[in-house]
């Protein structure tokens, strides 16, 4: 069994399993940016800030996706929201062409409808059931049963990357970048970015992100939280989290490429398991 899950995910690397990480790019005029674990992600947002022409991304495509599964047997591709990427339907077309290769190999594709530190959870969540020695069948309907119970929330400072490359309505995208304004919201139901708050300062995004975790059912279960270059935002956040649900599991990572272009400096996004 093997899991492989795009670079969005923030999973680069994962021990105990058979793991492949699929990574999409960022693209300006300049330069290709490989989201791999070798990126330097500060340099990149540096030399992206510096860049005066268009820049943007692309997901990985149909070879990328069968080079990744390798030759496993049962593969589990865990993909970013078909709603905001062609990742998902470019893993849909590998796991036909993989299973008309192999005709005993089975490919599961997941759309998280989601991305980044929801996207661990489930990446974590299956190696978990691949370890105690859950049946391929029985984790495809596991999976369906613990992604209605997780959740995506986040703070941004600026949604220009998103506004800039179709994935926002304008008039969402322009609240933000004005007097320290700060978007605080979800993966919608349909896998799109759902504003909720915009919220004045990080003092209050931080209470606002910890009421929406309180009204989304979260009782203290394991939280996920990556930042762009913003780790005292995301340390406060967890000793929050861990002040009100002490048995709660918090841990802290830096995002990689794809979530720190879209995110950009000082964006905060935060996966949970909710009841
Ligand atoms: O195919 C491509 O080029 C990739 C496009 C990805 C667009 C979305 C990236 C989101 C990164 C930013 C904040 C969370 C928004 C959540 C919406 C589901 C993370």
Same mark, same amino acid.
């Given at each position: 069994?093997?899991?492989?899950?795009? %670079?969005?995910?923030?999973?680069?690397?994962?021990?105990?399993?058979?793991?492949?990480?699929?990574?999409?790019?960022?693209?300006?005029?300049?330069?290709?940016? =490989?989201?791999?674990?070798?990126?330097?992600?500060?340099?990149?947002?540096?030399?992206?800030?510096?860049?005066?022409?268009? !820049?943007?991304?692309?997901?990985?495509?149909?070879?990328?996706?069968?080079?990744?599964?390798?030759?496993?047997?049962?593969?589990?591709?865990?993909?970013?929201?078909?709603?905001? @990427?062609?990742?998902?339907?470019?893993?849909?077309?590998?796991?036909? *062409?993989?299973?008309?290769?192999?005709? @005993?190999?089975?490919?599961?594709?997941?759309?998280?409808?989601?991305?980044?530190?929801?996207?661990?959870?489930? =990446?974590?969540?299956?190696?978990?059931?691949?370890?105690?020695?859950? %049946?391929? /069948?029985?984790?495809?309907?596991?999976?369906?049963?613990?992604?209605?119970?997780?959740?995506?929330?986040?703070?941004? /400072?600026?949604?220009?990357?998103?506004?800039?490359?179709?994935?926002?309505?304008?008039?969402?995208?322009?609240?933000?970048?004005?007097?320290?304004?700060?978007?605080?919201? !979800?993966?919608?139901?349909?896998?799109?970015?759902?504003?909720?708050?915009?919220?004045?300062?990080?003092?209050?995004?931080?209470?606002?992100? *910890? %009421? /929406?975790?309180?009204?989304?059912?979260?009782?203290?279960?394991? *939280?996920?939280?990556?930042?762009?270059?913003?780790?005292?935002?995301?340390?406060?956040?967890?000793?929050?989290?861990?002040?009100?649900?002490?048995? @709660?599991?918090?841990?802290?990572?830096?995002?990689?490429?794809?979530?720190?272009?879209?995110?950009?400096?000082?964006?905060?996004?935060?996966?949970?398991?909710?009841?």
């Amino acid at each position: 069994m093997k899991i492989v899950a795009d %670079s969005s995910s923030n999973v680069f690397t994962l021990e105990g399993v058979s793991f492949a990480s699929v990574p999409l790019k960022i693209i300006t005029a300049q330069a290709e940016y =490989v989201d791999d674990e070798k990126l330097d992600v500060k340099a990149m947002a540096e030399q992206i800030k510096a860049t005066k022409g268009r !820049t943007g991304t692309s997901c990985p495509n149909v070879h990328d996706w069968l080079e990744a599964f390798g030759d496993a047997d049962q593969v589990f591709a865990v993909t970013i929201t078909s709603n905001l @990427s062609g990742c998902c339907a470019a893993a849909v077309q590998a796991k036909q *062409v993989y299973e008309e290769a192999h005709p @005993s190999a089975k490919v599961h594709v997941i759309d998280t409808l989601s991305t980044g530190p929801e996207m661990r959870l489930v =990446v974590e969540k299956l190696r978990q059931w691949i370890m105690e020695g859950k %049946s391929f /069948e029985e984790i495809c309907h596991a999976e369906q049963t613990y992604r209605a119970h997780t959740g995506l929330l986040f703070s941004l /400072e600026s949604l220009d990357n998103f506004a800039r490359n179709g994935r926002v309505n304008p008039a969402v995208a322009k609240v933000t970048g004005v007097l320290g304004i700060r978007i605080v919201g !979800t993966a919608s139901q349909e896998g799109t970015l759902q504003q909720l708050h915009k919220c004045r300062g990080e003092k209050k995004a931080l209470e606002t992100l *910890v %009421s /929406e975790l309180r009204g989304r059912g979260f009782a203290g279960g394991r *939280v996920c939280i990556s930042h762009s270059f913003n780790a005292p935002a995301a340390e406060a956040l967890k000793k929050q989290i861990l002040a009100i649900w002490p048995g @709660s599991q918090v841990t802290v990572e830096q995002n990689g490429g794809l979530c720190c272009y879209y995110a950009e400096p000082g964006g905060l996004l935060l996966g949970f398991e909710s009841q």
